[in-house]
């Protein structure tokens, strides 16, 4: 039997991009997988990762924390924290909504789990946006966080609070930091990757929100998933509870190199309109992932290349459920 295999897991968030990329893994893996997931989530990227009927449907709030009473009931032994809010833009139009849902749903979320009689991990997604601008790269796990703009700041504030929970009250809970995430399935076009990919299928001009020279670490979805699952494995008993990792490639590249890189997958040679709108965005960002190699065993193995082409495949083979 795998490690998985039998364990009740529940994903917030699974009906989300890279939720129900978990989701999927887990469920190959042989788990029985539980999403929670707002009443209106329509959890499309479930239904397209061809999952939507073997992972059962929670439906709740998370800053409600009566929503989450079901968790005392000892049901599960392992939870993925997902769940946000998860777009700057986003953020920064509705900063109010971006604080309760990643904060005060966090700590929902983490008193739940503190009261539950069955709950032997927790993993909660931060993010390298928690760090802000800081002044050298790569990122190490050991830098101060200085998320400023809302999406940045709610970060943190989920980062600290998840390892404060560990500390103070013993429960066995890790944090991610995970670089840009990209793959197939993520429904948010507003994103550099779906949305180029969109527009050349669509035959669209592509647009750029940025200048197009912030510096991001990229990695795709499969590897991400694999450094979840690396270290709640390692979250109940082996002494590092409490601790952040870095999940990313150590690669930093800009957006307009990545850009050109999907456009190559794409077999586009398109411009792009480049709107130099971005707000709230951090400058450069690239993570050092050494301590997740080191204690977890845990490394990026999808070259930026492979798993752009990989990606754009995925939505050459979903554009007709995506845009009609």
Same mark, same amino acid.
């Given at each position: ?8 897991? =529940? ?8 939720? %129900?990329?978990? %989701?999927?893994? =887990? ?43 079901? #968790? ?18 986003? &953020? ?34 931060? !993010? ?31 980062? $600290? #609070? ?16 995970? %670089? ?12 550099? *990757?779906?949305?180029? $990919?969109? !527009? ?13 020279? =912030? ?46 890189? *999907? ?23 690239? #993570?050092?992932?050494?301590? %997740? ?14 798993? $752009? ?7 050459? &083979?979903?554009?007709?459920? #995506? $845009?009609?």
């Amino acid at each position: 039997m795998g490690v998985w295999e039998g364990r009740k897991v =529940l994903v917030t968030g699974a009906g989300g991009f890279v939720g %129900a990329w978990l %989701a999927k893994e =887990l469920v190959g893996k042989g788990a029985k997988v539980s999403a929670f997931c707002l009443r209106k989530d329509e959890a499309k990227p479930l239904r397209m990762h061809g999952i939507a009927g073997k992972v059962a449907r929670i439906e709740g709030d998370l800053t409600k924390s009566e929503d989450l009473a079901f #968790l005392r009931s000892g049901d599960f032994d392992t939870c993925f924290h997902l769940a946000a809010q998860a777009l700057v833009l986003d &953020a920064n139009r509705s900063p109010t909504r971006t604080f309760e849902v990643n904060i005060t749903g966090t700590w929902n979320l983490l008193e739940a789990c503190r009261n539950s009689k069955s709950i032997e991990r927790v993993i909660v997604a931060s !993010s390298d946006k928690a760090y802000g601008e800081q002044p050298r790269l790569p990122y190490t796990e050991d830098m101060p966080l200085l998320g400023a703009g809302p999406y940045d700041a709610s970060k943190a504030c989920a980062d $600290i #609070l998840t390892r404060s929970y560990a500390k103070s009250y013993g429960l066995p809970a890790t944090v991610t930091r995970c %670089a840009n995430i990209y793959g197939g399935g993520d429904p948010n076009l507003s994103r550099i *990757v779906p949305g180029t $990919i969109i !527009s050349v299928l669509r035959g669209d001009t592509p647009v750029i929100r940025s200048d197009g020279k =912030l510096v991001r670490d990229y990695i795709y979805a499969g590897d991400a998933v694999a450094g979840y699952l690396a270290l709640a494995e390692k979250t109940a008993g082996d002494g590092i509870s409490g601790e952040a990792f870095n999940f990313g490639t150590g690669k930093p590249t800009t957006v307009l190199e990545l850009f050109r890189q *999907v456009m190559r997958a794409c077999g586009s040679s398109a411009e792009p309109i480049v709107l130099n709108q971005a707000k709230n965005e951090i400058g450069r960002q690239c #993570l050092d992932s050494s301590k %997740a190699k080191r204690l977890l065993g845990w490394e990026a193995r999808v070259p930026l290349e492979k798993g $752009i082409g990989e990606t754009v495949a995925w939505y050459r &083979a979903h554009v007709k459920e #995506l $845009i009609g």
